[in-house]
Nanobody, 124 residues
Framework: QVQLVESGGGLVQSGGSLRLSCATS????????MGWFRQAPGKEREFVAG????????AYVDSVKGRFTISRDNAKNTVYLQMSSLKPEDTAVYYC?????????????????WGQGTQVTVSS
Protein backbone atom coordinates (compact mmCIF):
# COMPACT_ATOMS: atom_id res chain seq x y z
CA GLN A 1 0.00 0.00 0.00
CA VAL A 2 1.41 3.35 -1.03
CA GLN A 3 1.80 5.87 1.76
CA LEU A 4 3.05 9.42 1.92
CA VAL A 5 3.50 10.75 5.43
CA GLU A 6 4.27 14.39 6.09
CA SER A 7 5.95 15.67 9.22
CA GLY A 8 7.69 18.78 10.48
CA GLY A 9 4.79 21.17 10.65
CA GLY A 10 4.07 23.34 13.64
CA LEU A 11 3.74 26.84 15.02
CA VAL A 12 6.48 29.33 14.22
CA GLN A 13 6.87 33.08 14.45
CA SER A 14 7.04 35.26 11.39
CA GLY A 15 10.55 35.16 9.97
CA GLY A 16 11.20 31.70 11.32
CA SER A 17 11.98 28.43 9.54
CA LEU A 18 10.58 24.93 9.32
CA ARG A 19 11.56 21.85 7.36
CA LEU A 20 8.80 19.58 6.18
CA SER A 21 9.50 15.95 5.36
CA CYS A 22 7.51 13.54 3.24
CA ALA A 23 8.37 9.91 3.79
CA THR A 24 7.15 7.50 1.15
CA SER A 25 6.55 3.78 1.41
CA UNK A 26 4.82 1.01 -0.45
CA UNK A 27 6.71 1.62 -3.66
CA UNK A 28 9.81 3.40 -4.83
CA UNK A 29 9.38 7.02 -5.86
CA UNK A 30 13.01 7.69 -6.71
CA UNK A 31 12.13 8.34 -10.35
CA UNK A 32 8.82 10.06 -9.78
CA UNK A 33 8.00 13.73 -9.73
CA MET A 34 7.01 14.97 -6.30
CA GLY A 35 5.23 18.10 -5.17
CA TRP A 36 4.24 20.12 -2.17
CA PHE A 37 0.85 21.81 -2.08
CA ARG A 38 -0.93 23.85 0.57
CA GLN A 39 -4.47 24.74 1.47
CA ALA A 40 -5.43 27.64 3.68
CA PRO A 41 -8.88 27.89 5.27
CA GLY A 42 -11.48 28.91 2.71
CA LYS A 43 -9.03 28.69 -0.17
CA GLU A 44 -8.30 26.16 -2.87
CA ARG A 45 -5.32 23.86 -2.66
CA GLU A 46 -2.38 25.40 -4.47
CA PHE A 47 0.96 24.26 -5.83
CA VAL A 48 3.91 25.36 -3.71
CA ALA A 49 6.95 23.50 -5.04
CA GLY A 50 7.81 20.50 -7.16
CA UNK A 51 10.78 18.41 -8.16
CA UNK A 52 11.23 16.16 -11.15
CA UNK A 53 12.04 12.49 -10.93
CA UNK A 54 15.70 13.17 -11.69
CA UNK A 55 15.84 15.96 -9.15
CA UNK A 56 17.32 18.26 -11.77
CA UNK A 57 14.23 20.39 -12.30
CA UNK A 58 12.41 22.27 -9.59
CA ALA A 59 9.57 24.77 -9.65
CA TYR A 60 8.03 27.14 -7.14
CA VAL A 61 5.02 29.36 -6.85
CA ASP A 62 6.15 32.98 -7.08
CA SER A 63 5.16 33.78 -3.51
CA VAL A 64 7.75 31.36 -2.06
CA LYS A 65 10.64 31.79 -4.49
CA GLY A 66 13.84 32.56 -2.65
CA ARG A 67 12.34 31.41 0.66
CA PHE A 68 11.46 27.75 0.13
CA THR A 69 13.62 24.94 -1.22
CA ILE A 70 12.45 21.49 -2.29
CA SER A 71 14.86 18.58 -2.29
CA ARG A 72 14.81 14.80 -2.29
CA ASP A 73 16.88 12.02 -0.78
CA ASN A 74 16.12 8.91 -2.77
CA ALA A 75 18.16 6.70 -0.44
CA LYS A 76 15.74 7.65 2.33
CA ASN A 77 12.64 7.77 0.11
CA THR A 78 12.01 11.24 1.45
CA VAL A 79 11.23 14.63 -0.02
CA TYR A 80 11.83 17.83 1.92
CA LEU A 81 10.54 21.36 1.88
CA GLN A 82 12.84 23.80 3.64
CA MET A 83 10.87 26.92 4.48
CA SER A 84 12.58 30.12 5.61
CA SER A 85 11.50 33.70 6.23
CA LEU A 86 8.03 32.42 6.92
CA LYS A 87 5.10 34.82 6.75
CA PRO A 88 1.61 34.63 8.26
CA GLU A 89 0.24 34.12 4.74
CA ASP A 90 2.18 30.84 4.57
CA THR A 91 -0.20 29.43 7.19
CA ALA A 92 -1.92 26.38 5.71
CA VAL A 93 -2.08 22.62 5.70
CA TYR A 94 0.82 21.40 3.59
CA TYR A 95 0.42 18.25 1.51
CA CYS A 96 2.97 16.06 -0.18
CA UNK A 97 2.02 14.45 -3.48
CA UNK A 98 3.58 12.06 -5.95
CA UNK A 99 3.11 11.36 -9.61
CA UNK A 100 3.35 8.02 -11.35
CA UNK A 101 5.87 9.46 -13.81
CA UNK A 102 8.94 11.66 -13.66
CA UNK A 103 7.61 14.85 -15.24
CA UNK A 104 7.12 17.84 -13.04
CA UNK A 105 3.79 19.62 -13.21
CA UNK A 106 2.02 22.28 -11.14
CA UNK A 107 -1.39 20.74 -11.87
CA UNK A 108 -2.64 18.99 -8.75
CA UNK A 109 -5.02 16.88 -10.84
CA UNK A 110 -2.00 15.09 -12.30
CA UNK A 111 -0.73 13.85 -8.96
CA UNK A 112 -1.67 10.29 -8.13
CA UNK A 113 -0.80 9.88 -4.47
CA TRP A 114 -1.35 12.25 -1.56
CA GLY A 115 -0.38 12.47 2.07
CA GLN A 116 -2.71 13.49 4.88
CA GLY A 117 -1.11 16.88 5.37
CA THR A 118 0.71 18.72 8.13
CA GLN A 119 -0.36 22.02 9.65
CA VAL A 120 1.95 25.02 9.41
CA THR A 121 0.96 28.08 11.40
CA VAL A 122 2.96 31.31 11.23
CA SER A 123 2.19 33.90 13.87
CA SER A 124 2.77 37.60 13.32
Amino acid sequence: QVQLVESGGGLVQSGGSLRLSCATSGRTFSRNAMGWFRQAPGKEREFVAGISGSGVTTAYVDSVKGRFTISRDNAKNTVYLQMSSLKPEDTAVYYCAARKDSYLTRDLKRYDYWGQGTQVTVSS
